[in-house]
């Protein structure tokens, strides 16, 4: 067996090896995940983990809820919004459902957050940063409109 040989085997026993070890720690993360009621996903060979929040049990992705910082409720809010709901939804849904800049004040089930997702921030930053629920429900509102003057004023495309 020459050198190259030698080589070229250990390098394919070491892949192996790689993808063995990471089968299991995959296998792992679902086992613990069934036990846990955490819902794994796998997108494009990861792993994403969600939990649920609040009394309805909204699925947040675990690693941006672990980045959240308490100590402000606005931005804890607006941080919840993000890892809950698109940028296309914030901008083009309200709290109330009445467009903003409407002639005619009727409220449309199509242009509302989704009132059960909503709920659950509203409950899990109220009792995390101890704050009122008009607070939180404010700060949803600027952020629907701040992301909907985003989108018309910069029409493309941004990734955080």
């Known amino acids: 067996m020459s050198h ?10 070491d892949i192996f090896e790689s993808m063995q070890f990471r089968l299991q720690e ?3 993360i679902l086992n613990a995940s069934a036990s846990k009621e955490v819902e794994v996903e796998m997108i494009e060979h990861s792993v994403v983990e969600k939990i649920g929040i609040g009394p ?8 941006c809820f672990k980045k959240i ?4 409720y606005s931005l804890a809010t607006r941080a919840l919004l993000d890892a809950v709901f698109d940028k296309q ?10 467009k903003k800049r409407s002639k005619s004040r ?9 009132p059960v997702k909503v709920n659950d921030i509203v409950q899990l930053v109220k009792q995390k ?3 009122d629920e ?23 495309p941004s990734e955080c």
């Open 56 to 63: 309805n049990k909204t699925n947040v992705d675990r690693m």
């Open 26 to 28: 995959l296998q792992s």
């Open 129 to 131: 940063c101890n704050v």
């Open 69 to 72: 910082k308490w100590d402000c």
């Open 106 to 114: 009727i409220r449309s089930k199509e242009l509302e957050l989704d």
């Open 134 to 156: 008009w607070s939180i429900r404010r700060i949803i509102s600027i952020k629907c409109s701040d992301t909907a003057n985003t989108k018309r004023f910069n029409p493309q």
């Open 4 to 13: 190259v040989d030698k080589a070229t085997q250990t390098l394919g026993s």
């Open 89 to 98: 939804t914030l901008a083009t849904k309200t709290l109330s459902g009445i």
